[in-house]
């Protein structure tokens, strides 16, 4: 009864490094994506998978790479972090990516600082 | 594209108070609408939804009807509880978007 687990919770990271966010499911969707949160602007999507092998960009793609090679993962990597990356990070989940009332289930979130 | 608009914030009530938080949208098709809540140091929970006009989302104690006539689904509470203290947001999807568009989020404060 997992649902959707994010790691880590909080990092740190110096101008310029790497680092993956982890983000899993276990409720076989075909829909995982990530979203950054900022103050004020609620909250805005990175990029998607409509399923394993099928990724696309969202609103702010900039910066981050995602590759989804399982049903169940959705890595998401910055490959050279810059102090605008510094945001709130949830990976969330869905069975179907479109309406139909299908409610998206969110991980508990990853606290970037970039400093 | 697709937007939403919400109350701007911060809210701060005395426990027992009425809330409403307003939310309206833009939408191309007929979207889905969402109210979800992000407790301190948290993700966002699904807290009720909608999915045709005139229906009524509710949960735990929270009610928010589609208005497709005024693009409306304003949150509200008759009696607010100390633990309701969160940040409330207003999403919707809509046609083949792949995505939940989210409005910037009401932080509620509730006093005992």
Redesign the interface.
Known sequence: NAG?T?TPKFQVLKTGQSMTLQCAQDMNHE?M?WYRQDP??????IH?S?GAGIT?Q??VPNGYNVSRSTTEDFPLRLLSAAPSQTSVY?C?SSLR?????????????TRLTVV | GDS?TQMEGPVTLSEEAFLTINCTYTAT????L?W?VQYPG?????LL?A?KADDKGSNKGFEATYRKETTSFHLEKGSVQVSDSAVY?CA?????????T????TQLTVLP
């Open positions: 959707v994010q829909y994506s004020g602007m609620g909250l805005r999507l998607y409509v696309d969202g609103e949830f969330a990516p479109t309406g139909a009332g299908y409610g998206y289930t969110f991980g508990s979130g | 939403v098709g007929y979207p889905s969402f979800y948290e993700g966002l929970q699904l939804k999915t947001f919707l999807t809509s046609g083949s978007a792949r995505q939940l989210f409005g910037s989020g």
